[in-house]
Structures are given as structure tokens and as C-alpha cells.
């Protein structure tokens, strides 16, 4: 059983910064993949962000076109932990962001984040 805790959501205004992150309770070199999703209001789950790993050197990052440019995923293996940086956020960025992992083909969820960008 793998747990993810995410942290580092809140209320920003247009233009602003929110960093949020995912501590993994599992060794994130045993992981394939790594990323964050979203769902809006009234909206399906869409992908953000995912890190696809093939090797302890050798892996892909993925975005949506939506984000690319202003959000970056990256991890901390020693912390057991990733992160997704939002700049330049938008109100239609406002939405419940998701950790989640596939550790030996089993999807693993967190509890979700809630990001609401308002003025």
C-alpha cells in the first residue's frame, strides 16, 4: 500500500505562485510513474503534470498544453517527495489538484488539494 499526502494548496490571486507537494510513502525509485492531476467544478480529471520513469537516470516529464510554460514538476528523492510549482496562475487553474503514482501498474491517489485563483 502506498499513501500520498499533499500539501501546499490555498486561495492566490491572478499572476500569483502556489508550490504544491506530495510525500510519497514508498521508494520513488520502485515507482513508474509520478504526476499530478486536476479536476475543476463540473469538469472531468485531466492530467497536469507526469514524470514517467524509466531509470534511475532516465526518465520524461510530460505537461498539458494548458500549462506548459508556467508549471514545473520536480522531485526530491531523498524526501520521497514531488512537487508541482504554478506560476502565473489563472482562474481557470482553480481546481482540486491530485497526487498520484503507479507503482507496479496499480494507481495510487492522494486526498486532493483544493487551488482556487481569484481576485
Known amino acids: 500500500q502506498v499513501q500520498l499526502v499533499e500539501s501546499g494548496g490555498g486561495l492566490v490571486q491572478p499572476g500569483g505562485s502556489l508550490r504544491l507537494s506530495c510525500v510519497v510513502s514508498?521508494?520513488?525509485?520502485?515507482?513508474?510513474?509520478m504526476g499530478w492531476y486536476r479536476r475543476a467544478p463540473g469538469e472531468e480529471r485531466e492530467l497536469v503534470a507526469r514524470?514517467?520513469?524509466?531509470?534511475?537516470?532516465?526518465?520524461?516529464?510530460n505537461y498539458a498544453d494548458s500549462v506548459k510554460g508556467r508549471f514545473t514538476l520536480s522531485r526530491d528523492r531523498a524526501k520521497n517527495t514531488l512537487y508541482l510549482q504554478m506560476n502565473s496562475l489563472k482562474p481557470e487553474d482553480t481546481a482540486v489538484y491530485y497526487c498520484?503514482?503507479?507503482?507496479?501498474?496499480?494507481?495510487?491517489w492522494g486526498q486532493g488539494t483544493q487551488v482556487t485563483v481569484s481576485s
Open positions: 514508498a521508494n520513488i525509485f520502485q515507482l513508474n510513474t
Open positions: 514524470i514517467t520513469i524509466k531509470s534511475a537516470i532516465d526518465s520524461t516529464t
Open positions: 498520484n503514482v503507479d507503482r507496479m501498474g496499480i494507481n495510487y
